[in-house]
């Protein structure tokens, strides 16, 4: 009877362990963009090489094939229509279908968060179209998460959803990465995100990339990837 109870005791802690190593390590949900795929974006986390995040979990999900306006109609992966390309501040947006895709984005963060790991560790990072939707979801979750990084995105509602926008969700902070010589994405669109979160009351930190187009370099992501860090241990002060 008593080699059970020990045995059920190294149960309990191991399990205990377990669950606490989940809730502590980070989640990372990457968005690609209009036509592309997840598994084309694997390659970004070998680039995160910190030993903090040497335990993340890492998620790249793909777009269903949808037909796309700017593209003629075309069907191709595309997380929501977009209207018009290049994209410029003021440019035309679907907002039904982004927050039909903000619904399964939402859905891969509550699952996530059912199996144990810590809202303030959920990271979603999104390029271009997956950007719009990056920023979407994070503004319309009803929780505060780790961070949103908008990498060449655009805004993708309009300013009257702001009041929908939860008060945990204002909380969460925003990276927005913006290549200056982007030609899909304009400059211009990136910086019209500063005035629109600005009144919806959501921190955001602006990086200008000079002379960068429309898609990332390292740079960049190792930028993401401090910037995560410093989120992580922000948290982790404030919970203990």
């Not at 009803?142 to 009041?163: D, E, Q, R, Y």
Request: glycine share 8%; with cysteine; hydrophobic share 40%.
């Amino acid at each position: 009877m008593v080699k059970l109870l020990r045995n059920c005791f190294f149960c309990i802690s191991s399990s205990s362990r377990n669950s606490d190593a989940m809730a502590r390590r980070p989640f990372i949900l990457w968005l690609h963009g209009l036509g592309d795929s997840g598994p084309a974006n694997e390659n970004i986390k070998t680039v995160f090489k910190s030993p903090e995040l040497s335990d993340a979990k890492w998620l790249f999900p793909s777009a269903p094939y949808n037909p796309v306006t700017c593209n003629q109609g075309r069907v191709m992966p595309s997380w929501f229509d977009v209207p018009e390309l290049p994209f410029r501040a003021g440019s035309r947006i679907d907002e039904t279908s982004i927050l039909e895709a903000v619904k399964k984005v939402h859905a891969i963060i509550d699952q996530e968060i059912a199996r144990g790991t810590r809202p303030e560790n959920v990271f979603i990072c999104g390029i271009s179209q997956g950007g719009a939707l990056t920023l979407a979801s994070v503004l319309l979750y009803p929780k505060t998460l780790g961070g949103g990084a908008v990498l060449s995105g655009w805004v993708p509602l309009t300013s009257s959803m702001i009041n929908q926008f939860p008060e945990e969700a204002k909380k969460t902070p925003i990276l927005w990465s913006h290549g200056t010589d982007d030609e899909l994405v304009l400059f211009e669109a990136g910086q019209a995100a500063l005035p629109f979160l600005e009144k919806a009351g959501v921190t955001c930190e602006f990086k200008a990339y000079p002379g960068l187009a429309h898609w990332m370099n390292d740079e960049e992501l190792q930028y993401i990837e401090s910037w995560i860090k410093s989120r992580m241990q922000s948290s982790s002060s404030s919970s203990s």
